[in-house]
């Protein structure tokens, strides 16, 4: 180890408490984009990521170039052991949730989500359709770094928490997406509503249920028993966005 990574192990092992694992030259622009607080950006090979950046991200490559610990990919390999494909990794501290703050789009509800691609896809998707929070119930912990490999990094860009159960909600009409429910089609999300999601295996609790509003299916064919998660999530934000003002154009 030459003195620069001795220096740079050391500044990994001080922030790495608490912090949030960015894996991937998507999720460290995202965070940066979205106000992340990077506390260290580490890289196999800084003009390769900074070319990167150029290509796809000018708006990011002068913060790489200036703050990039540069390491040999052996080095980053025992920071990251899954590694990286684009070579660089970095630590952000994680931001606190905003419970108070002012809704001008649907909540996200996830029922104890057991798979973390689902939930980091989920983020994704509240991230592009500018959703106010994603929230979850249970004990997978939605800031996992593979959530967040799944969203791109793109936690940042909404609110992201978990919550003690379906009744320690934000207000707001809940409305639970079940195949028992009325048909999406005919129904108007509004701004303030929260959507709220089975968990994979099992669908929507009994809790979840007397939670509900209202409850709302999205269209299959006889003999489908169920969409995937993220997908059901998907297709209901883009109901909500067909109809109102706030949604992204
Ligand atoms: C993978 S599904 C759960 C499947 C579960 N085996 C069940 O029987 O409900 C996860 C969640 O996605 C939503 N979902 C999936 N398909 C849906 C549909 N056709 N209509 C409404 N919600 C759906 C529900 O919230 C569901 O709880």
Redesign the pocket.
């Known amino acids: 180890m030459n003195p620069q990574e001795t220096q740079t192990l050391a500044l990994w092992r001080a922030a790495s408490p608490g912090a949030v694992l960015l894996d991937g030259f998507h999720a460290v622009k995202h965070a940066l984009r979205f106000g992340a607080e990077i506390e260290l950006v580490v890289t196999t090979d800084r003009a390769a990521v900074v070319a990167l950046a150029d290509e796809l991200a000018a708006d990011v490559g002068d913060y790489l170039e200036e703050t990039a610990h540069e390491v040999s990919e052996p080095f980053l390999r025992d920071l990251v052991p899954r590694g990286s494909p684009t070579g660089v990794v970095a630590l952000a501290g994680r931001p606190e949730p905003e419970p108070g703050r002012v809704r001008s789009a649907p909540i996200v509800l996830l ?1 104890n989500p057991r798979n973390l691609g689902n939930v980091g896809a989920v983020v994704r998707l509240a991230a592009g359709f500018g959703v106010a929070a994603v929230l979850t119930t249970g004990d997978l912990d939605p800031w996992h770094p593979n959530v967040v490999r799944g969203s791109a990094g793109l936690h940042f860009a909404t609110t992201v928490a978990r919550v003690a159960s379906p009744h320690a909600l934000p207000a707001g009409p809940v409305f ?4 028992e ?1 009325a048909d ?1 089609r005919d129904i108007e999300i509004p701004d303030d509503a929260i959507l ?9 609790s009994a809790a979840l249920r007397e939670r509900a509003d209202r409850l ?5 064919r006889p003999k ?6 993220a ?3 998907a297709m ?1 934000l883009f109901r909500w966005s067909a109809t109102s003002a706030n949604a992204p154009t």
Do not use: C, K, Q, W
């Not at 639970?176 to 195949?179: G, I, K, S």
């Open positions: 029922e639970v997406l079940d195949p429910g999406l709220a999601f089975g968990t994979e295996r099992h669908g929507v709302v299916a999205i269209p299959m489908v028993s169920s969409y995937n998660l997908t059901s999530v209901t």
